[in-house]
């Protein structure tokens, strides 16, 4: 383990923003995390989307510590404690999840990893922060909110929530998220745009990286 659980949360805290990609092309994934990197993102979440993905993760792993030293490297979409397991071996320093699963929370909980599952509701929240999740995911973002954040927080002050879904490098959406309360978001396809990739163009992803985090620190304050 490269990176300890404060160490994670406190580079998501402090940048507030992780992007979320999958790609089957080593390559291209190296690319773009780089491309990331240069742009100022600290914390980056690889999604376990395709067949063979944790391969193509143990590669980008140790790429990332010969590369880019002060990356954190996290994998996504971890629905079950088996696949939890794998990707924490592959070098995984935090999970994220669609969903809040009991078993992945003990797995990572026995090795200090940060676990942050995507939960839809109150209720939710308050069993995966009994669990040991001190960030949780509000998924899916788009359709639940900043009020259902807002609404959160309030009898919930000390929950610490990232948002995934419906959230794009732009002012008016981001300072509706960090005014409602979220400790940091996650950006996968509006970072990533289709064609950029196409293009190969890394640049671009790196301008996107940095106006993200130059807005969030615009309007946190």
């Not at 971890?78 to 397991?85: G, H, K, Y």
């Amino acid at each position: 383990m490269r990176f300890n659980k404060l160490q994670v949360l406190s580079a998501m805290s402090s940048t507030g923003m992780v992007p979320v990609f999958y790609h089957k092309d080593i390559e291209v994934a190296k690319n773009v995390v780089k491309a990331c990197y240069a742009g100022g993102v600290r914390a980056f979440e690889f999604t376990n989307r395709g067949e063979f993905a944790h391969e193509v993760f143990g590669e980008l792993s140790k790429f990332v510590a010969a590369e880019c030293p002060e990356m954190i490297l996290g994998v996504g979409s971890i629905v079950d404690a088996p696949t939890a397991s794998l990707y924490i071996q592959s070098g995984a320093n935090f999970i994220v999840g669609p969903l809040f699963n009991p078993d992945v929370a003990k797995v990572a909980n026995r090795r200090l990893v940060p676990y942050t599952p995507g939960c839809g509701s109150v209720s939710e929240i308050g069993f995966a922060q009994e669990m040991g999740c001190d960030l949780c995911k509000v998924f899916p973002g788009d359709v639940l909110g900043p009020n259902f954040v807002k609404g959160l927080k309030a009898p919930m002050p000390w929950s610490l929530l990232m948002v995934t879904g419906g959230v794009k490098p732009e002012e008016a959406n981001l300072k509706a998220w960090f005014d409602a309360g979220v400790t940091c978001v996650g950006m996968g396809s509006n970072l990533f745009p289709k064609e950029v990739l196409a293009a190969k163009d890394w640049s671009k992803i790196t301008e996107l990286c940095k106006t993200g985090l130059a807005i969030i620190k615009q309007v946190r304050k």
